[in-house]
């Protein structure tokens, strides 16, 4: 075990730089965890010339990097290329063929093709890692696959993107509407210049599927996510939910029960005691509550270039003691296939927000269309002018089916009372 | 691999029930998880017929725990005896010589002679687990010494004894002084008849040594903890702390630099903005701050029948997937011996809470008295009557060396305007 893993890393970017400089930063260090050095011998990137601020002048540069996977100078290909399919996807399946390791930060690959690529591990008894797809440094798919192990899991949900809660907790600390702070988050470089992958929860979304069959031992199903994300929250929303005891935060929530796999990324309202209230700024953070340990907490950076180049180090060194086994926790033919559980058939709280017309009969009306479809309110709170001339009202359900909220909202589609799109909010009540 | 892992559980207290319940209930899904089943063949504990309200009649039953180790039925010896020394040393030392794999949740002994037994481990090919030992069911062995493995870790900390934070969250939230919760604790079972070993800090000292050697890749030192607890924590310095914008918690936090290694387990003040300020009741949690990773927080339930059964499973699933190595992360040769870094040159803010005499001047003392010992005040109140006649006087200093405040305290040795012995706590400003 004192001969050197050789790695070649295919994407030089944020995360591929951060790598090497792990890699070279902590060499003496990583080598006693380890059990023997851990050294990069060939790299690839779509752009020579650039400077990474890092020195690639001891690795053997590949332009085509599928041709990583046959090196014979390499025990590991480590894919910092990004994308579910094109180039990531070809370096991976022929890395599993070659019988080599492959390491990647890639969610939106783990969660389309995953169990392909699980599959091709299992057949070459190869490794598969991915700790960075999910949650960036904070070590989830080892707490998940080892530290739970032992535990039926029933429900495992988490803030998945950092960008959404940066956005959120800045509306929060300074009453801020939504498209001013993501604004000035692209100005910052903290939201791409085309945000919609973060903002309407897809990139969340990716992570809670693969979350989802580590807790569950389920086959992953990216499919069947109902995803919405944050656009439509207004700075009253974050205030109004506050004044009530909550604070709103793109979740992503799994749950399995009742024969169907529940799988969730939407702006919910979380209660200001449940430790998730408590997460600002671009952090992350993952909860799984197990039938034997209670709720496990986890929180952490969820991107960037130093918390990712740790995760990605950390499947590596795994590799490197020979401490890993099947990708998902369990060979793919023991993973479960659950259907999608049936949409309307969860309970919960629900907070609705709708403007309406300044006049009398608005109240009754709504009420009304509530109590027709069997929703009770728990509170209701109605402020003077709304900005578009109208009136705001907030309401937060009773506990109550979800398909009865549905009901009541299509039971007011096309009321002359509602001058906008209501917004409705699930509570997390876990 | 689908023969079963052959267990032999010696200890049937709370964890070792908890331990049968779990593999029974999560039996199938763990058999899924570890890619073979994991059965009891053999047990062993003091009283043969205490009713544990859990069915025993399959497994063998032994009176000498010590010949568990070399029967031919049993792969793994799990130890939930307890204590440093004694039968339960004794079993691992046995356990190990006889090349099968141990299991732990005993943090004392763990402390005391675990380069020992990681050694006999190494020698013997075995694998030794001790997940259980820190923090019950929160993966944070197995968070250190794999998740983070590729961070310098600068400062590894945390609330490490759920009795005591118990205590100091119920003193918190109700006013109440500490004699009379540890009393209500007590009679509620949340507290031993004799509770020193929690509330004067010795277990989460066991905890801290064990957390110190994985973060740092130093040999254990439980010897070198500087240890107090929270028996001289009253009322009003929670009332002070929380009104200054602290709570007070019991903090083991270990730090390695400067040539040395730092380890203390004492009450501190936690400002409201840190995660460990929002860990309530017997919750425990920790935090590692890596030099890539930035920092990982970690919290769940840290004592009880159920997370500590799963952490004790989890280490069986490792080991049944044969996904082990050394106990402290690295061979025992590879971790370094760093001396007890040198008290009072660590940096940090203070609280101190005086009683003094209600009279002129004497503010003036005490304020000399800082001054010349090189320690600047940032925040000084002063209040009515304290509880002997006195006035209440509650100070936080600027950042000095710890040493200048000890040297302050020194100065007003035996002056007569100071009615009791005045109260250090240490700022978490991390």
Known sequence: MTQPLRIAL???????????????????????????????TAISARDRTRDRGVDLSGFAWVDDAATLATRDDVDVVVELIGGADGPALTLARATLAAGKAFVTANKAMIAHHG????????????????????????????????????????HVY?????????????????GLDFADVLAEAQALGYAEADPSFDIDGVDAAHKLSI??????????????????????????????????????????????GGGGLFQRVHACLVPISHPLAHVVGSLNAVVAEGNFVG???????????????????????????????????????????????????????????????????????????????????????????????????????????????????????GSASILSQPMLMHILDI
Do not use: W
Not at 121 to 139: N, S, W
Not at 223 to 252: K, N, P, T, W, Y
């Open 10 to 40: 295919a994407g030089l970017g944020t995360v591929g730089g951060g790598v090497v400089k792990l890699l070279e930063a902590n060499r003496a260090l990583i080598e006693r965890r380890a059990g023997r050095p851990i050294a990069i």
């Open 115 to 154: 169990v392909e690529l699980a599959e091709a591990a299992e057949k070459a008894d190869a490794a598969l890692k991915y700790e960075a797809a999910v949650a960036g440094g904070i070590p989830v798919i080892k707490g998940l696959r080892e530290g739970a192990a032992a535990n039926e899991i029933g």
């Open 158 to 174: 988490g803030i998945l993107n950092g960008t959404c809660n940066y956005i959120l907790t800045k509306m929060e600390q300074e």
């Open 211 to 256: 979350l989802a069959s580590l807790a569950f031992g389920t086959t992953l199903d990216f499919d069947s996510v109902a995803i919405s994300g944050i656009r439509h929250v207004i700075a009253a929303d974050i205030a109004e939910a506050q004044a009530l005891g909550f604070r709103v935060r793109l979740v992503g929530l799994a749950e399995a």
């Open 295 to 413: 709720r496990l907490f986890f929180e952490g950076r969820g991107a960037g270039e130093g918390p990712t180049a740790s995760a990605v180090v950390a499947d590596l060194i795994d590799i490197a003691r020979g401490e890993y086994g099947p990708a998902f926790a369990m060979p793919v033919a023991s993973l479960a296939h659950l259907p999608p559980a049936i949409p309307g058939e969860r309970n919960g709280r629900a907070y609705l927000r709708f403007t309406v017309a300044d006049r009398p009969g608005v109240l009754a009306e709504i009420t009304a269309a509530m109590r027709d479809a069997g929703v009770s309110i728990e509170s209701l709170i109605q402020r003077g002018a709304a900005a578009d001339g109208g009136v705001l009202l907030v309401m937060v359900t009773h506990d109550c089916p979800e398909s009865a909220v549905a009901d009541a909202l299509d039971r007011l589609k």
